[in-house]
């Protein structure tokens, strides 16, 4: 990995976001929550988090020059203390250009990340198979390419012995974009061999029924693959635990089929992961049923629904049949006001039989079920209703087909 990439789990860091017109600052918030959170699965420490409102980012320096000089305030004072409180980085909650990268570095005298460029480096940190290391790998290639006078201190000897603007330094820079542009070759040529390998192995798979389970990072996709599958998925109460899709052949009463467990989806997912992982997501558009499992707990699972549900669209796959599975019930917890506004308000726990009477279970045209994968809690309602699924289809590709029943 790129020393400019590597986390150092002591590494103390500061958040940006800006706030757009015609967005709440409420969202704002939680998407700043969520960069921290990511900002922990990298090993990083948050220290402060600054936020500004603005009709649009600034294009220079992303936020305003009172904003900045805020932001530099605090990398300053942190600086007077002794070398463990220092500040390492400073993360922006979107991507950024080259150009304001460049600005921010040379204004803050500080090493600056996007949102993007942290996602990579945690994609980096947990491939653990030769095939995601390839992929990450690509797309953080991608990524750099047009960035490369901000990231190698070598290339900033800009003149040359004739004073001329073709000195040694631009040459330095075009000879590495070469490098990277034979590497991002060379990377895409593998994908495409293991590509036509996995579609071989997919077409291979025989008649079977495939169910994919979908949905938000840190959802409990792999909890509940362990528990279906009876196998050993990693799993951790991280972002991205899961990169490689791992599929368990699953057999419910006497019904064979086939079940995958992918890469989790989040706001803002990079283009360059999406399309290094096609092959990852051809698991999803392939399956004949998908099982979108929602984290009931987080208090934005409606939010995370709405990003997983555009990211299937982009990827060819927002027709299929599809299951709400509202996992992690447990933890749910719902605002009991009281009559009286000037009493603080409580938080209660819905048994399952509210929970499946309440407005969570109303959603139009798609069937739901309440579980939690950790107690398991409604799982055998889970495994009865998939096997009616999984069952309906077989018979509908091979109605005489039924000596398996």
């Known amino acids: 990995m790129d020393e400019r990439f590597a ?4 590494e ?29 699965t990298a090993g990083l420490e948050t220290v402060a988090t600054f936020m500004q409102k603005l009709p649009s980012p600034d294009k220079r320096t992303f936020v305003g020059t009172g904003k900045l000089q805020e932001i530099k305030a605090c990398i300053e004072s ?28 040379r204004e803050l005298k500080i090493k600056i990340l996007d949102r993007t460029r942290l996602i990579l480096d945690i994609f980096a940190q ?12 690509l797309a953080r290639l991608q990524y750099l390419l047009p960035r490369l006078t901000g990231m190698w201190t070598h290339l900033e000897r800009q003149r040359g012995g004739t004073g ?6 631009e040459r330095e820079i075009e000879t590495d974009r070469r490098i990277i542009r034979d590497r991002i070759a060379r990377l895409k040529e593998q994908l495409v061999k293991v590509d036509r390998q996995m579609a071989t192995q997919r077409s291979g798979r025989g008649s079977l029924v495939r169910v994919a389970l979908v949905g938000y990072t840190n959802v409990g996709k792999s909890t509940l693959m362990n528990l279906l599958s009876k196998s050993e998925v990693f799993a951790e109460n991280k972002l991205f635990a899961t990169l490689d899709t791992t599929v368990r052949k ?5 019904l064979p089929f086939l079940l995958s467990d992918t890469v989790g989806f989040i706001r ?4 360059q992961l999406v399309e290094s992982f096609k092959s990852t997501l051809d698991e999803v558009r392939e399956a004949d049923l998908l099982l979108h499992v929602v984290d009931i707990s987080h208090p934005n699972f409606e939010d995370q629904i709405a990003v997983v549900n555009q990211t299937l669209r982009e990827i060819g796959a927002g027709d299929k049949p599809t299951v709400l599975v509202f996992n992690k019930i447990d933890a ?6 009281e009559a009286d506004d000037l009493l603080p308000e409580t938080r209660a726990n819905w048994t399952l039989e509210q929970l499946q009477r309440s407005w969570i279970a109303r959603n139009e045209g798609v069937p739901c079920l309440f579980i939690s994968a950790a107690k398991r809690t409604n799982i055998d309602r889970l495994r009865k209703d998939l096997y009616g699924m999984v069952r309906e289809i077989h018979e509908g590709r091979y109605p005489f087909n039924n000596y398996l029943y």
């Open 7 to 10: 986390a150092d789990s002591r």
């Open 12 to 40: 103390r860091v500061v958040l940006v976001a800006v706030v757009r017109d015609r967005q709440e600052v409420r969202e704002a918030e939680e998407y700043l929550e969520e960069l921290k959170f990511l900002a922990e």
């Open 78 to 105: 942190a600086a007077d203390e002794d070398e463990q409180e220092q500040i390492g980085a400073v993360i922006f909650d979107d991507e950024l250009s080259p150009s304001q990268t460049r600005n921010l570095e």
């Open 126 to 137: 947990r491939a653990a198979t030769a095939y995601a290391k390839t992929q990450v790998e």
């Open 164 to 169: 001329t603007r073709g000195g040694a330094g």
């Open 250 to 254: 699953v057999v419910l009463e006497n």
């Open 268 to 271: 803002k997912l990079p283009t």
């Open 332 to 337: 749910y917890t719902y605002v009991e006001k």
